[in-house]
C-alpha cells in the first residue's frame, strides 16, 4: 500500500471519523449490501438481493454518485481503484498499439530491431498493465468491504 494511502487513513483514525452507516434506516446488509457482477463488457456493482445496478465497470471507471457521501475509508479505497483502473486502461492500450507497431514493421519487412523493440516494450506495458490491475482490484475489494461493514444486519 502506498505511504500516501496509509498517511490518510492513520489521519481519518485519529481525526474520530466513524465507521460506515447505513444510507437510511430501511437499508440492512440484504437490500443494500454491494458486491460485483459480471456483464458482457466488464463488470456491474450490485445492490442488495435483488442485484440492482448501482454502477458499471468497463475499460474506464468513472465516479460513483453512491460512493461521494460514503464515509472515508471508502471513498479512499475506490479513488485508488479509479485511479489504478484508468492506469490499467492506459497500459494495456499502449501494450495493443505496441504490438500493432510490431506486427506491421514485421509484415512489412522492416526493420527487425525496431520490431523487436517495439513488441519487448508492448509486452512491458503489458504487464505493468496486469500489476497496476491487481493493486486496483483489492482497492475496489476493500471499498466493498468498508461500504458494507456498515450495513446493519437484518433481524
Known amino acids: 500500500m502506498r505511504i500516501e494511502t496509509w498517511l490518510g487513513l492513520s489521519a481519518l483514525a485519529v481525526a474520530g471519523v466513524r465507521p460506515a452507516v ?8 440484504d437490500t443494500c449490501a ?4 459480471p456483464a458482457l463488457f466488464g463488470r456491474q456493482i450490485v445492490r442488495g438481493q435483488e442485484s440492482i445496478k448501482v454502477a458499471g465497470v468497463g475499460f474506464i471507471a468513472g465516479p ?5 457521501d ?6 479512499v479505497h475506490y479513488d485508488s481503484f479509479r485511479r489504478g483502473h484508468n ?12 504490438l500493432i507497431a510490431s506486427t506491421a514493421v514485421f509484415a512489412n519487412d522492416g526493420d527487425d ?12 506495458f503489458t504487464v505493468a498493465g496486469i500489476v497496476v490491475s ?22
Open 22 to 29: 447505513a444510507q437510511s434506516d430501511s437499508c440492512t446488509w
Open 34 to 37: 454491494l458486491r460485483l457482477r
Open 64 to 68: 460513483i454518485g453512491l460512493f461521494r
Open 70 to 75: 460514503a464515509p472515508d475509508s471508502v471513498r
Open 87 to 98: 492506469t490499467t486502461a492506459g497500459l494495456m492500450l499502449a501494450g495493443l498499439t505496441g
Open 113 to 124: 530491431g525496431l520490431a523487436a523493440g517495439l513488441l519487448v516494450a508492448s509486452f512491458g
Open 134 to 155: 491487481m493493486r486496483a482490484e483489492d482497492h475496489l475489494s476493500r471499498a466493498l468491504w468498508w461500504f458494507n461493514r456498515g450495513l446493519p444486519h437484518a433481524p
